[in-house]
Nanobody
Framework: QVQLVESGGGSVQAGGTLSLSCVAS?????MAWLRQAAGKEREGVAA???????EYADSVKGRFTISQDSAKNTVLLGMNSLTPEDTAMYYC?????????????????WGQGTQVTVSS
């Protein structure tokens, strides 16, 4: 069972910057960040596969950057120009398939989540 540990959430004012980190206990092919705001369904934010393929949700393109450190089984999410609409619990996910996807069904393992709150 792959364990995922997230860190880096917090509170920031609109326009601010945060970085999230997720460390996997072992090698995984694909990793992603998904988020769930209060009263809303979970949505994919950004995903990356070990060969470097990346996908972003339209709502975060140009503002968020996903990257990976394969040697450390780590995925990072840099978030710039944050808005109150980015407020959510952010979850790290990992999967065994060679697909880059924002769909939660593509992932087998999940972290506990880290809260991001953006105030106006």
């Amino acid at each position: 069972q792959v364990q995922l540990v997230e860190s880096g959430g917090g509170s920031v004012q609109a326009g601010g910057t945060l970085s999230l980190s997720c460390v996997a206990s072992e090698y995984t092919v694909s990793m992603a960040w998904l988020r769930q705001a209060a009263g809303k369904e979970r949505e994919g934010v950004a995903a990356i596969v070990k060969n470097g393929a990346i996908e972003y949700a339209d709502s975060v393109k140009g503002r968020f950057t996903i990257s990976q450190d394969s040697a450390k089984n780590t995925v990072l999410l840099g978030m710039n120009s944050l808005t109150p609409e980015d407020t959510a619990m952010y979850y790290c996910a990992a999967g065994r398939r060679w697909i880059v996807s924002l769909n939660s069904g593509a992932y087998n393992y999940w972290g506990q989540g880290t809260q991001v709150t953006v105030s106006s």
